[in-house]
Structure formats: structure tokens, C-alpha cells
């Protein structure tokens, strides 16, 4: 930068207005240097305040979470959770029990039917059958003459 006021003293000529114009561009440069450094130096306490807080929040944050009660939910929860299956194999054993009895119940059922229809249809062979005969000696069978008249 001295360099540069020495080349404009040099280039105006040496004099004074020379000396003034490097001078006044040495404060303006000084100037530009010290809020560049102002700046900076708040980016810095910016930075440092940011920092600071969010470490405060972290610190809150983990403060009030409490892992431990959430670590207690957790183990309630999952007994619930235990419990809740434990009632639904019961229920579930239960069902399929009820499903085997209504199987062998609906098997004895069919096997009766089946008895029925059996004894059903024999009956009614034999009634055909008896149908039969009867037709057969109604045909073969005449009635005895009628007497008139006398006692028997």
C-alpha cells in the first residue's frame, strides 16, 4: 500500500496536492480497513453468541427429555404390548379349539344325515316292495262269493 501513496505523491507531481490527495487516500484506506475489522470482529461475536445459544438449547433440550421416563414409557409400552399378544394367542387357541369342535360336530351331523338318507330310502323301497305284493295279490286275490240270505 506504500508503494501505491508514494507512486500518486510521485505521479501529482511531488507536491503538496499530491501529498493531500495520498493522504486522504491513506485515511479513506484506513478507514475501509477498520470497519472491514469492525465487521469482522462482529461476525465473530455473532458466531460466538449463536454458539453459546444453541449450546444452551442443547443443554435445555437434553435437560427435559429425560431418557429415563422415556425409557420407562418404552418398558409399559411394550408390557401392554406383551399382554396384548398373550390375549390374542389365548383368544386364537380358543377359536381354533371352537372350529375343531364345530367340525366334529358338523362331521356327526353329516353322519347322521347320511344314516337318514340311508334308512329313508330303505324304508321306502320297502314300502314300494310292500306296494307291490299288495298290488300282486290284490290282482290274484278274488273275493269269496257273497251268500244271500243266510247266517253264516
Keep these: 500500500m506504500d508503494s501505491l501513496y508514494n507512486t500518486l505523491v510521485s505521479l501529482l507531481g511531488g507536491g503538496l496536492s499530491g501529498w493531500i490527495i495520498a493522504s486522504h487516500q491513506k ?33 435445555k433440550h437434553i435437560a427435559t427429555d429425560n431418557p429415563e421416563a422415556t425409557r420407562l414409557e418404552i418398558q409399559n409400552l411394550t408390557g401392554a404390548i406383551n399382554k396384548l399378544s398373550d390375549k390374542l394367542d389365548l383368544q386364537n387357541e380358543r377359536r381354533q379349539a371352537m372350529e375343531i369342535s364345530m367340525e366334529n360336530r358338523i362331521s356327526k351331523l353329516e353322519s347322521a344325515v347320511l344314516e337318514s338318507r340311508t334308512f ?8 314300494q316292495k310292500l306296494r307291490d305284493l299288495t298290488n300282486d295279490n290284490k290282482s290274484n286275490f278274488s273275493p269269496p262269493p257273497r251268500h244271500s240270505g243266510g247266517s253264516v
Design 27 to 59: 485515511r479513506l484506506d484506513r478507514r475501509d480497513e477498520e470497519e472491514r475489522q469492525k465487521n469482522a470482529n462482529q461476525i465473530a461475536e455473532l458466531q460466538e453468541k449463536r454458539l453459546s445459544t444453541l449450546e444452551k438449547n442443547v443443554e
Design 120 to 127: 329313508t330310502q330303505n324304508l321306502y323301497q320297502s314300502m
